[in-house]
T-cell receptor, first 114, second 111 residues
């Protein structure tokens, strides 16, 4: 298995632009999580899906952030419009059955908004 | 609300030493606890997952223990190597919630 695949690895964009981050979970994993990591706040859960359905989006910082999972093999996290304070590393993780079985993380997308 | 802390924040040891990393959590009603390793600029790699019914898990030179009553877990690394240099994070899972991550311990093993 190729693991959790995220793209792009790095993204540099100008303030106000739309940014889309992509994630392909491990096949057969029913749970998908989006995390954001910064030096100041550490790892924060943004949203998670179970069987493609968003279950908890309470961590999404504001309406500029949205996430979708149109099918079991693909998810996107979109920021529109982006702001410099959105600069962080965004991780996607998947799990076969939620936290009971642990998580597998992708390599992350490093986002820089200038 | 679960809070997870890790001590020390950073640790530097000479190669070959045995070392212990600490993780503390405020809510002891956990379901499981997972230790991760993160290399600079990389994602998180799962090291060990301990269920609430377990006291410890071992993988090679790594041993993780769990004491729910005291709200603590330790990660023991035997015979440390420079390749062990990374940030180690613990994550705690409470019933009905998702993992809450600690801030991590940055480990440097000097050759």
């Amino acid at each position: 298995d190729a693991g959790v695949i995220q793209s792009p690895r790095h993204e540099v964009t100008e303030m106000g632009q739309e940014v889309t981050l992509r994630c392909k979970p491990i096949s057969g994993h029913d749970y998908l999580f989006w995390y954001r990591q910064t030096m100041m706040r550490g790892l924060e859960l943004l949203i998670y899906f179970n069987n493609n359905v968003p279950i908890d989006d309470s961590g999404m910082p504001e309406d500029r952030f949205s996430a979708k999972m149109p099918n079991a093999s693909f998810s996107t996290l979109k920021i529109q419009p982006s702001e410099p304070r959105d600069s962080a590393v965004y991780f996607c993780a998947s799990s076969p059955a939620g936290p009971n079985y642990g998580y597998t993380f992708g390599s992350g997308t490093r986002l820089t908004v200038v | 609300k679960q809070e997870v802390t890790q001590i020390p924040a950073a640790l530097s040891v000479p190669e070959g030493e045995n070392l212990v990393l600490n993780c503390s959590f405020t809510d002891s009603a956990i379901y499981n606890l997972q230790w991760f390793r993160q290399d600079p600029g990389k994602g998180l790699t799962s090291l060990l997952l301990i269920q609430s019914s377990q006291r410890e898990q071992t993988s090679g030179r790594l041993n993780a223990s769990l004491d729910k009553s005291s709200g603590r877990s330790t990660l023991y690394i035997a015979a440390s190597q420079p390749g062990d240099s990374a940030t180690y994070l613990c994550a705690v899972h409470n019933y009905g919630q998702n993992f809450v991550f600690g801030p991590g311990t940055r480990l440097s093993v000097l050759p």
